[in-house]
């Protein structure tokens, strides 16, 4: 800020000519700060892994670190969202991450003697982020039309769902078309879920038994791999 505020203008050295505005350098400065924050969660050396996660995950990472599963006034999550580059409508309706809660549907909910998977979508002001069982629309984690990256947290929630359903090859397959067991980052942000989950709870075994499984066949193709090059 202080550099910044030194010069009555700043141009943008990546693009001549062009002037680095207010809006834009205070951007900057809060995905900065998001970055490092994130950075810290993910890894206790600093935030140098920071720069493959997409801006998707990244929020919900520090969501999840700051707010857990509580709910959360929407204001705060506006400011969460926009310095991740995103919008909180962006969030609930094209990412399904957030839910709004409060109101009367919520209140219903909570009523209910059943325990239900679907999130309660309530009419007040705050939100919650969804839990994994929550997220069940069939495109998560698969390639759209737009073409757009798949966020890292819609592909470990999709393993999830696979893991459950019992079926080890699907999630082999997925992980092997989707290089994840070659991103550097993954197996630390499975850690970062890890520690972030509930204990005892599902979505922890679920992470732990995936993370487990992850480190076996790893193993297992280092020790193939010493046994080629002995012969």
Same mark, same amino acid.
């Given at each position: 800020?202080?550099?910044?505020?030194?010069?009555?203008?700043?141009?943008?050295?990546?693009?001549?000519?062009?002037?680095?505005?207010?809006?834009?350098?205070?951007?900057?400065?809060?995905?900065?700060?998001?970055?490092?924050?994130?950075?810290?969660?993910?890894?206790?050396?600093? %935030?140098?892994?920071?720069?493959? !996660?997409?801006?998707?995950t990244?929020?919900? !990472?520090?969501h999840?670190?700051?707010?857990?599963?509580?709910?959360?006034?929407?204001?705060?999550?506006?400011?969460y969202?926009?310095?991740?580059?995103?919008?909180?409508?962006?969030?609930?309706d094209?990412?399904?991450?957030?839910?709004?809660?409060?109101?009367?549907?919520?209140?219903?909910?909570?009523?209910?003697?059943?325990?239900?998977?679907?999130?309660?979508?309530?009419?007040?002001?705050?939100v919650?982020?969804?839990?994994?069982?929550?997220?069940?629309?069939?495109?998560?984690?698969?390639?759209?039309?737009?073409?757009?990256p798949?966020?890292?947290?819609?592909?470990?929630?999709?393993?999830?769902? !696979?893991?459950?359903?019992?079926?080890?090859?699907?999630?082999?397959?997925? !992980?092997?078309?989707?290089?994840?067991?070659?991103?550097?980052?993954?197996?630390?942000?499975?850690?970062?879920?890890?520690?972030?989950?509930?204990?005892?709870?599902?979505?922890?075994?679920?992470?732990?038994t995936?993370? %487990?499984?992850?480190?076996?066949?790893?193993?297992?193709?280092?020790?193939?791999?010493?046994?080629?090059?002995?012969?």
């Amino acid at each position: 800020m202080e550099a910044y505020s030194k010069y009555p203008v700043v141009k943008k050295a990546n693009e001549p000519g062009q002037i680095l505005s207010v809006a834009e350098f205070l951007c900057h400065v809060r995905r900065m700060v998001v970055d490092f924050v994130v950075g810290r969660v993910l890894s206790a050396e600093g %935030n140098e892994a920071i720069v493959s !996660l997409d801006d998707v995950t990244t929020y919900y !990472l520090l969501h999840r670190h700051d707010f857990g599963m509580q709910d959360v006034p929407g204001g705060v999550c506006i400011l969460y969202a926009i310095s991740c580059g995103l919008s909180d409508r962006a969030l609930s309706d094209q990412y399904d991450i957030l839910a709004k809660t409060g109101g009367k549907e919520t209140e219903d909910a909570e009523e209910g003697d059943e325990e239900s998977e679907e999130a309660p979508e309530g009419t007040g002001s705050k939100v919650r982020i969804k839990a994994w069982s929550q997220r069940k629309r069939k495109g998560m984690g698969y390639e759209n039309n737009a073409g757009t990256p798949i966020p890292l947290i819609d592909q470990v929630h999709r393993i999830m769902h !696979l893991w459950k359903e019992g079926d080890v090859v699907k999630v082999e397959e997925y !992980l092997e078309k989707r290089g994840l067991k070659r991103l550097a980052i993954f197996p630390k942000f499975l850690q970062a879920l890890i520690e972030l989950s509930e204990n005892s709870s599902e979505e922890r075994s679920l992470l732990e038994t995936i993370s %487990n499984h992850l480190i076996a066949k790893g193993k297992k193709y280092i020790e193939a791999d010493l046994f080629e090059k002995v012969e």
